[in-house]
């Protein structure tokens, strides 16, 4: 079963430094590997996406994320935090168990970041 | 705002009760899918819509869950006689693409929260 694991329930970085949201996956093949991130109260918004191609991925608001065939990671990273990146963040793999019918993401449980001025 | 619009954004319903949430996509889009999240958890997949199609449907979709996109637009889930454990935020997802090309990202609306009482 494919699935994807957030070890880090939260992370907690001071402003201006670096930051790293862990994530590791299992899936049967390539994996197609996406980041999210959640404020309070609202839904989920794209930051960025592996498919193919290089492993260092750049998204939004500064953030980028690092393919590791080997490793089956995939951590979420921003050079220098900011009060404002304070957020849920969600790693998920999409789910081609049938073939690639179906689409839907499969979620990791959720990483709190938070970004101590 | 991603362009995938909810409502009701909140709803409190009385145990036994029926509700009705609805979604509209963005327009292009030809994708669509439901997904409930709880505290602490990642989303989780309930269903998935291609056009009209509704292709899948996750083994948490009860028999008292019904989804509809009718004419391939906006979605309905409607819960019948709700229970305590049905108390979530409801997301609902959008995305554009042939049935085969699963590499686009999906976009989320701000979800609907509902509470059983």
């Known amino acids: 079963a494919q699935s994807v694991a957030q070890p880090e329930d939260q992370v907690n970085v001071a402003e201006g430094n670096p930051l790293t949201v862990k994530c590791t996956y299992s899936v049967s093949g390539n994996p197609y590997l996406f980041w999210y991130v959640q404020y309070p109260n609202r839904g989920l918004q794209f930051l960025l996406k592996?498919?193919?191609?290089?492993?260092l991925v750049k998204g939004s608001y500064g953030f980028e994320a690092e393919f590791n065939k080997s490793q089956t990671s995939f951590h979420l990273k921003k050079p220098s935090a900011l009060v404002s990146d304070s957020a849920l963040y969600f790693c998920?793999?999409?789910?081609?168990?049938?073939?690639?019918?179906?689409?839907?993401?499969?979620f990791g449980k959720g990483t709190k970041l938070s970004v101590k001025p | 705002d991603t362009g995938v619009s909810q409502d009701p954004r909140h709803k409190i319903t009385k145990r036994g009760q029926n509700v009705t949430f609805r979604c509209d996509p963005i327009s292009e889009h030809n994708r669509l899918y439901w997904y409930r999240q709880t505290l602490g958890q990642g989303p989780e997949f309930l269903t998935y819509?291609?056009?009209?199609?509704?292709?899948?449907k996750s083994r948490l979709l009860s028999d008292r869950f019904s989804a509809e996109r009718p004419k391939g637009s906006f979605s309905t889930l409607e819960i019948q006689r709700t229970e305590q454990g049905d108390s979530a935020m409801y997301l609902c997802?959008?995305?554009?693409?042939?049935?085969?090309?699963?590499?686009?990202?999906?976009?989320f609306g701000q979800g609907t929260r509902l509470t059983v009482v």
């Open positions: 997802a959008s995305s554009a693409g042939p049935r085969r090309h699963l590499n686009t990202e999906a976009f």
């Open positions: 998920a793999v999409r789910d081609m168990h049938y073939g690639g019918s179906q689409g839907n993401l499969i």
């Open positions: 819509f291609q056009n009209e199609a509704q292709l899948e």
């Open positions: 592996y498919i193919t191609g290089d492993n």
